[in-house]
């Protein structure tokens, strides 16, 4: 008996460690829109962006030391096509209560000091993240609008270097929002999302 009880608990915690990683979007995919909090307080849908050709959707946070590196990118990334109709919508789907570093204030405390030009939204149930099939911070998912679908053109890393923007010679994001905008194909669709895992409730 003792040995069927233990077997059920570890089936339980091998599904519950699991499950933040089954599904989730595949490029060609079409994605869901949301609404979640923007640090100023309002609720932030995809659907409110009208004009919009697509979008950079980054999931990433305050603590992870990967996602601090690629802060200055992805403000980057924003300027650069934010014009040309693909904004960065940024997520962060950690728990506060395991990473206070990343709690709904210290989001807001961080984008002030960063001086984001995108909205920076609060995934609170985490659900989000589990849809688009999220595991780790940063972690983009690069859509592209076509007749009124949003269907995953790109899904990975920014970049070829964390450590150092002027040594990436792949620039994966870039390449990709550059393609749509030419109407070409895009040369990279998926690479391996580098960072912190995400920091998932009940794990």
Same mark, same amino acid.
């Given at each position: ?31 869901? *829109? ?9 609720s ?30 992805i ?15 940024a997520?962060?789907?950690?728990n ?15 984008s ?19 849809a ?14 076509k007749?009124?679908k ?8 920014? *970049? ?5 923007? *002027? ?28 960072g ?8």
């Amino acid at each position: 008996m003792k040995k069927t009880i233990s077997l059920l608990v570890l089936l339980a915690i091998v599904q519950i460690s699991a499950a933040p990683f089954d599904g989730g979007y595949e490029v060609g995919d079409i994605a869901r *829109d949301f609404q979640l909090k923007n640090v100023d307080g309002a609720s932030v849908s995809l659907s409110d962006y009208k004009e919009a050709k697509g979008f950079i959707v980054v999931f990433t946070c305050n603590t992870c030391p990967y996602a601090k590196l690629y802060e200055q990118r992805i403000i980057a990334l924003d300027k650069k096509y934010k014009g040309d109709g693909y904004p960065v919508i940024a997520i962060q789907p950690n728990n506060g209560s395991l990473s206070p570093g990343d709690s709904f204030e210290a989001m807001q405390a961080n984008s002030k000091t960063k001086g984001f030009s995108f909205p920076y939204l609060l995934d609170e149930t985490q659900e989000i993240a589990r849809a688009y099939g999220a595991a780790r911070t940063p972690h983009v998912f690069l859509l592209n609008k076509k007749s009124g679908k949003l269907r995953v053109a790109y899904i990975g890393a920014i *970049d070829n270097n964390h450590q150092d923007s *002027d040594k990436a010679d792949k620039k994966y994001v870039e390449d990709a929002v550059d393609a749509l905008i030419s109407s070409k194909k895009v040369p990279v669709t998926l690479t391996k999302a580098i960072g912190c895992t995400i920091k998932w409730s009940g794990t």
